[in-house]
């Protein structure tokens, strides 16, 4: 199995290229971005020195296919995806946070709240909760967006106003998009048979309007329950079956390995990699409810150069 963990492209009007975590992303003119989405994997903010096959292609296909079943909420950045691995958007000007919905108390919440907090971005948290316990609503812990190789910081919608990151009234227009967003994201879940546990959405604006940019609802950016037997599990302190990217954080944690400094990211054997592999397949087919077709190519890197060359040259700019 091959793996895409970088590109180089050079594309007709290219002003940038940026290398994120996950995606390279190519500034085309004045108004397209270009977003490939590698088989990179990162955890704890590391990028892992392995990359795991169809991950790129399965974290562009659901985050478009769940781009195109909210546009009726607010306007998102994607034009198209003329690669299973590259989505084609408008450029926007992003907001420098994320915002996190978290509908259950869990992942880092729960480490934390297990350490004594109970307070999270300004919100107060109730005590005696339990693992992955559901919140009586959802609530948003925004965070700021670090550079590379550090931590995103938790902070709270008084902080993001008072220091200017985001003026007032466009934050809670991002509150209520965020929150709009997780409950079409929780319904869709549930006909999956899913609970949509938590999740972070990146938004920017375009000629004046916010819109919801980079991926959205995906197992990168998500974490998702099996919805059968959540309820008989949590009073007894078992812990609901997750379809996310935790159980990488999982593995990488009891190999002692949790981004800090000194620590070495534990040995990626094939047998590992090819397990990942297969753990995303498997998000992908529970998520959207489809059997997920491996896009076969004897040079990847040729075919995502020549789908991006291709649509670029028909694309007519506004």
């Known amino acids: 199995m091959k793996s895409i963990t970088f590109t180089d492209f050079q594309f007709p009007e290219q002003k940038t290229l940026y290398h994120g975590k996950v995606r390279d992303v190519y500034t ?4 397209l971005l270009v977003m490939v989405a590698t088989d990179r994997i990162s955890a704890f903010d590391v990028i892992l020195p392995e990359g795991i096959p169809f991950k790129g ?8 296919k769940f781009l195109d079943a909210t546009t009726d909420i607010c306007p998102n950045w994607k034009i198209a995806t003329p690669d299973p691995m590259v ?7 992003s907001f420098p946070i994320e915002m996190i919905v978290r509908g259950y108390l869990c992942g880092s919440a729960w480490r934390a709240y297990q350490n004594g907090v109970r307070s999270i971005c300004g919100i107060t948290l109730p005590d005696n909760m339990v693992e992955n316990q559901r919140f009586e609503k959802p609530i948003i812990t925004p965070t700021t967006k670090a ?5 995103d910081q938790d902070i709270s919608r ?3 106003i008072k220091k200017g990151l985001v003026t007032e009234e466009d934050y809670l ?3 209520k998009y965020a929150l709009q967003l997780f409950e079409r994201g929780t319904q ?8 949509l546990v938590d999740t972070k959405y990146e938004f920017g604006k375009h000629k004046g309007s916010i819109y919801l940019i980079d991926e959205i609802h995906t197992p990168d950016s998500s974490r998702y329950f099996y919805a059968d037997g959540y309820e008989q599990l949590i009073p007894k302190g078992e812990r609901p079956k997750q379809l996310s990217k935790e159980f990488v954080r999982e593995w990488l944690m009891a190999n002692g390995f949790q981004g800090q400094t000194g620590q070495q990211v534990p040995e990626m054997t094939a047998e590992i990699v090819e397990g990942i592999s297969t753990r995303y397949i498997e998000l992908y087919e529970n998520i959207t409810g489809e059997q997920f077709i491996k896009s076969e190519s004897q040079d990847i890197l040729a075919r995502i ?3 991006i060359t291709h649509f670029l040259t028909e694309y007519h700019y506004d």
């Open 305 to 307: 150069e020549l789908n």
């Open 173 to 175: 227009l991002l509150e």
């Open 188 to 195: 869709i879940a549930l006909q999956q048979g899913l609970i």
């Open 147 to 151: 550079e590379q190789g550090l931590h």
């Open 57 to 64: 292609q399965i974290l562009n296909q659901i985050a478009a």
């Open 158 to 160: 008084e902080e993001i």
């Open 28 to 31: 085309i003119g004045n108004q």
């Open 87 to 93: 989505t084609v958007g408008v450029m926007c000007d």
